[in-house]
């Protein structure tokens, strides 16, 4: 009776032990494959970028069609903006970018290729430029 007890015992351990080990394993696994949502406090079509002299970065960015929070900081010495542009056309605008500062705007995009550009003089000539791909 003994070693049946300690048998009864040793399995009960083990079963408690492999649960203990598998649960968390299966919830690491779980929270690893995610939700397909962005995390908390940035929108799942948030695009940001830098604006220094004479650079946009970075050169090239992407994101999912749909609603887009475009943030633009500032990392230069001297103001920008930025214009989202289509071809020949404005899509969006953030009129100025104060040194050492960031600012959003909201658009609403379809798939395609447009050009991010600070058009104040001189600006875009001297490389401030870059592409957004949206899919």
């Known amino acids: 009776m003994f070693r049946q007890h300690g048998r009864s015992i040793g399995r009960r351990a083990a079963r408690a032990l492999a649960a203990g080990l598998v649960l968390p394993a299966l919830s690491l696994l779980a929270s690893a494959c995610g939700t397909g949502k962005a995390p908390a406090g940035r929108p799942a079509g948030a695009v940001e970028i830098q604006l220094k002299e004479f650079a ?19 990392v230069g010495s001297t103001e920008h903006n930025l214009v989202l542009e289509q071809g020949d056309r404005s899509v969006a605008e953030i009129p100025v970018v104060g040194v050492g500062k960031a600012e959003s705007v909201q658009v609403k995009l379809g798939p395609g290729t447009y050009a991010l550009v600070c058009t104040l003089p001189g600006h875009r000539d001297a490389g401030m ?4 791909t949206v899919q």
Not at 56 to 74: C, D, F, M, Q, Y
Not at 129 to 132: E, H, S
């Open 56 to 74: 946009i970065e970075p050169k090239v960015v992407s994101a999912g069609a749909g609603e887009i929070t475009l943030t633009a900081r500032n």
């Open 129 to 132: 430029v870059a592409t957004l």
